[in-house]
């Protein structure tokens, strides 16, 4: 079992920055890929981005390329998503994820944290 809890998130302006946190627990993260997904109202769960175990192999989603960069420090079992020229459309919930294995789908994902809301004024 994982244990993952998010932090960070709150209510921005456009164009501002947030860091997001993910803390994990149990067993070891290194054998983990990390994701980060986002769920507006009304809309499906989406991927935003990954990270490999050791941290040398990530993706993004395209509406999110240039602007988030994710990272992980698995000194302290923690991950984080760095969110930068935050837009309106970037609200939503946002969940961190683990899973033995690379992909964008969230089913694919075995733990997941409780979410973390993020609002972006225009």
């Known amino acids: 079992q994982v244990q993952l809890v998010e932090s960070g998130g709150g209510l921005v302006q456009a164009g501002e920055s947030l860091r997001l946190s993910c803390a994990a627990s149990?067993?070891?993260?290194?054998?983990?890929?990390m994701g980060w997904f986002r769920q507006a109202p009304g809309k499906e769960r989406e991927f935003v981005a990954s990270?490999?175990?050791?941290?040398?192999?990530?993706d993004y989603a395209a509406s999110v390329k240039g602007r988030f960069i994710i990272s992980r420090d698995n000194t302290r079992n923690t991950g984080y998503l760095q969110m930068n020229s935050l837009k309106p459309e970037d609200t939503a919930v946002y969940y961190c994820?683990?899973?033995?294995?690379?992909?964008?789908?969230?089913?694919?994902?075995?733990?997941w944290g409780q979410g973390t809301q993020v609002t972006v004024s225009s």
């Open positions: 149990g067993r070891t993260f290194s054998g983990y890929v």
């Open positions: 994820a683990a899973n033995r294995y690379y992909g964008t789908n969230p089913r694919m994902y075995d733990y």
């Open positions: 990270i490999g175990g050791s941290g040398d192999t990530t």
